[in-house]
């Protein structure tokens, strides 16, 4: 089994800072892509931020310049820095790698379930 174990969600004031972490276990021989996706109330799912194995980035429109995607291979960790968070970055926030469990195995989509990051005055 995989799993992918989020932490770092809160409570945080307009202008404030976070840090999201997620660390994969389990039976893991290689993992490719990670990523963070967010949820808010009444919208639908959207990627946040992708980093490939390499370091490769990919950030949605809305949060490039304040939040930065990084990942720690050695733990099987991404994270997520998030700055001059905005109460419109309030959303159950999750995280989503793409994991080998052998070699020779085809990739399988892990997801975790979701940590709460809360904008507000």
């Known amino acids: 089994q995989v799993q992918l174990v989020e932490s770092g969600g809160g409570l945080v004031q307009p202008g404030g800072s976070l840090r999201l972490s997620c660390a994969a276990s389990?039976?893991?021989?290689?993992?490719?892509?990670m990523g963070w996706y967010r949820q808010a109330p009444g919208k639908q799912r959207e990627l946040v931020a992708a980093i490939t194995r390499g370091g490769s980035t990919n950030y949605a429109d809305s949060v490039k310049g304040r939040f930065t995607i990084s990942r720690d291979n050695a733990k099987n960790t991404v994270y997520l820095q998030m700055n001059s968070l905005k109460p419109e970055d309030t959303a159950v926030y999750y995280c989503?790698?793409?994991?080998?469990?052998?070699?020779?195995?085809?990739?399988?989509?892990?997801w975790g379930q979701g940590t709460l990051v809360t904008v507000s005055s």
């Open positions: 989503n790698a793409e994991v080998a469990p052998g070699l020779h195995y085809r990739l399988l989509e892990v």
């Open positions: 389990g039976s893991i021989f290689s993992i490719n892509a």
